[in-house]
């Protein structure tokens, strides 16, 4: 009999309670419950592992090497996919904290740092997130990288997270409740994360930044300084890594980065300001605004560039990729803009996004592609700039501006 098979067997007369299989992700071997990889969604129950978070962990296997930090606690380990593989994949990490409440699941956790030969480098806490990272305050006790990775909200975490950070180090935090941050019900993110989402076109973008302006702000209540490194939207959720900074005047500055995204349905014209402005500045039609929300920029140039060439170093292929898309966002403002939707309000065929951008290039403007949205550009061209660019790019272009002119009189 295996190893593998031994682990598979309860003292329960000897029955399989639940069949563990080994599973390669990265160059790490897991240990996870075969149900999990048969079904999607895969059972909660009794232990969770979800085979397609691997981009999310892929990523984070990547920013851990470019931060340069030597410990990692995976607070919500589960089967310990991420941390064990920070322990076998980032070299620079030496010591990796997994904590669960679940025994089995950090049974599960152990047996694979055993697979990997990475025993060592791992401690095991059975324990309850918030409680264990709120143990972890004192200054020789934090961790340079802390994981939050929830079902739903990270909200209630958040402090505790943050104050187990060691000062310069990095927190990662997952949010599944996009329902909730992209608009479909803003009054439970106006209870969980005290700010109005939008549910438009950048409704992605709005939700990352209303996850990373409530980490600046439950940091600011015990004076430390979290602002955004990298982000992303992928699937079903959003992720924010964040740098934190101890000390009441960095808190103050990152609170100078809040502020409010208006958003006019009328006529597509959006703006950023210390205030909400619900009133449109170009047609004065009443605007939609969401926040208070973070409206600077969720990248470190550095980090994201260095996370990317670990990530193409180790083959991950798919991480590079979405690093690879941050490059450059933090010049642009907090919105994008749907070429679809511009296309659709005109009444006329979706034109190419590439098409647009070369207008709006050839303008004199930068352009990127929107890297938290499925389709979208963001641009430093006013709306109107991005709508003529639209009209250019359509077979047909002053014939349509013609009959857009004749609209806007009637």
């Not at 402090?159 to 409740?177: C, P, R």
Request: proline share 5%; with cysteine.
């Amino acid at each position: 009999m295996s190893t593998l098979e031994l682990f598979n067997r309860a003292r329960k007369g000897g029955k399989v309670v639940m069949k563990v299989v080994e599973h390669l992700e990265g160059r790490t071997r897991l240990v996870v419950p075969a149900a999990s990889l048969a079904s999607d969604p895969p059972p909660t129950s009794p232990v969770f592992f979800n085979p397609a978070a691997r981009l999310n962990r892929d990523i984070s296997v990547a920013v851990a090497v470019a931060s340069g930090g030597s410990s990692f606690c995976d607070s919500m380990a589960g089967v310990g996919a991420r941390g064990i593989r920070m322990a076998r994949e980032a070299e620079g990490v030496e010591a990796v904290t997994l904590v669960d409440f679940n025994r089995a699941a950090l049974k599960a956790a152990r047996r694979a740092a055993v697979l990997n030969r990475v025993r060592r480098k791992c401690e095991f806490a059975e324990s309850e997130t918030s409680s264990y990272l709120s143990s972890r305050f004192g200054r020789d006790m934090r961790f340079d990288s802390v994981d939050v990775d929830p079902f739903g909200t990270p909200v209630r975490y958040l402090q505790a997270a943050v104050s187990a950070t060691a000062d310069g180090g990095v927190l990662s935090a997952t949010a599944t409740d996009t329902a909730v941050l992209c608009g479909v019900y803003p009054k439970v993110s106006e209870r969980r994360y005290g700010a109005t989402p939008l549910n438009n076109h950048f409704h992605h973008e709005t939700a990352i930044r209303i996850l990373a302006g409530a980490i600046a702000r439950l940091g600011a209540h015990i004076d430390i300084g979290a602002e955004p490194v990298a982000a992303h939207a992928t699937r079903h959720y959003v992720r924010v890594y964040v740098r934190v900074v101890p000390g009441a005047s960095r808190a103050d500055s990152v609170l100078g980065e809040l502020g409010f995204v208006s958003w006019c349905p009328a006529c597509g014209h959006a703006s950023s300001s210390s205030e909400p402005q619900r009133q449109c500045a170009v047609c004065d039609r009443r605007a939609k605004v969401a926040g208070p929300l973070w409206v600077g920029r969720l990248t470190e140039p550095k980090l994201v560039q260095e996370a990317e060439g670990a990530a193409r170093e180790r083959g991950l292929l798919d991480a590079a990729s979405v690093l690879n898309s941050l490059v450059g966002e933090g010049y642009f403002p907090p919105w994008s803009y749907s070429i679809e939707r511009i296309c659709s309000s005109l009444g006329v065929a979706s034109v190419p996004e590439a098409s647009v951008r070369r207008r709006l290039k050839e303008g004199g403007h930068s352009v990127l592609r929107t890297p938290y949205e499925t389709t979208g550009i963001k641009t430093d061209a006013e709306y109107g700039e991005v709508l003529a660019a639209v009209k250019e790019s359509t077979p047909g272009g002053p014939l349509v501006r013609t009959l857009a002119r004749r609209k806007g009189a009637g």
